[in-house]
């Protein structure tokens, strides 16, 4: 909830050019979030769900052809402030990355939903390899593109 709050915050900040308090964005994410938590069956969002994956999709496909193109005119070269590997926030970054997977709340509904809830680790861990590397080869492109030009 705090990233969608200072995500929240700064978006509208950067498109009114006014910071509203955080508490008007907390008030209007529980008012938005507490009915979508009460629905039991979560057939009811497979629409939603594959609208914001394809969305998803589209960004990174886009992005990462745009990082192509720009990496192809500058010959190759990285951006500005490259570094291959950071030594000294490299550790804080593995463990800033583990709030990504709190999807603990999330498993156990779709296991009560699934046909099969036996083949569910076995699911969950593929789903799991797959999204590592599509993180870390799309990160990697965009910082090497872009370097501490990055936002």
């Not at 700064?10 to 209007?28: C, D, E, K, M």
């Not at 593929?126 to 990055?150: K, M, N, R």
Request: charged fraction near 15%; include cysteine.
């Amino acid at each position: 909830m705090t990233f969608t709050l200072k995500s929240l915050q700064s978006t509208f900040g950067a498109w009114t050019g006014h910071i509203s308090p955080l508490w008007v964005f907390g008030v209007a994410i529980v008012l938005l979030y507490s009915p979508i938590v009460w629905v039991r069956k979560l057939e009811s969002y497979r629409h939603a769900f594959i609208f914001g994956v394809a969305m998803i999709g589209l960004g990174v496909v886009t992005t990462s052809v745009f990082a192509v193109r720009e990496i192809e005119v500058n010959n190759g070269e990285s951006g500005p402030d490259y570094v291959a590997l950071n030594k000294d926030s490299f550790w804080s970054m593995i463990g800033f990355s583990f709030f990504m997977f709190e999807g603990i709340g999330c498993l156990i509904p779709i296991m009560r939903e699934t046909e099969k809830p036996e083949k569910l680790p076995i699911i969950t861990a593929s789903a799991l390899v797959f999204l590592c590397l599509v993180y870390a080869i799309f990160s990697s492109l965009c910082y090497y593109t872009w370097g501490g030009d990055l936002n």
